[in-house]
């Protein structure tokens, strides 16, 4: 099967995440980073299925139908799959400075030197937007002559995984 293109496709292929067992969360809380839960985690296949196996409580015997480990079961390897696609995809990451709505008026008056001005403070943290859904906080750095943004505040991988696939 091809690699998703388009953002429908990325949200059709996270949507189907709740078939490995991982159920949609209401917005978790975000764990501050530097040492703390899903710093500078490397995901693999094997690991984002362990944990999706274990989601539903108490994990099936071996063998068991229908269980994660089941010697034989040709689903095992369609799923193995779908999360080694998952890992591969490339998402569009936006830092977002502010937001405001503008009524098209508003919008067609704009002209090269207009200021907009957002309710939200200069030293606030930006949000870091995943496929436009918000996984996290940061500050603004400068490395060399680009910007950059200093992650301060992320999700574990399973909550960000949640969040993303939970639309």
Known sequence: MDMPDELGDIDDLLSGLGDLGVAPAPAPAVAPAGGGAGADVDLDAEALLAEAAGAGGAPPDAGEPGSA??????????????????????LPVIVRL????????????????SLIQFAKAAEEPLDLMVNNICVGKGE????GECFGLQVKEIGTPRETVQRLGGR
Do not use: C, F, W, Y
């Open 69 to 90: 480990t089941a010697p034989h079961d040709p689903s095992d390897r369609a799923v193995d799959e779908d999360v080694a696609r998952l890992l591969r995809l490339q």
């Open 98 to 113: 502010a937001q405001k709505p503008l009524r098209m008026e508003e919008v067609l008056n704009l002209t090269e030197g």
């Open 140 to 143: 603004v750095v400068k490395i």
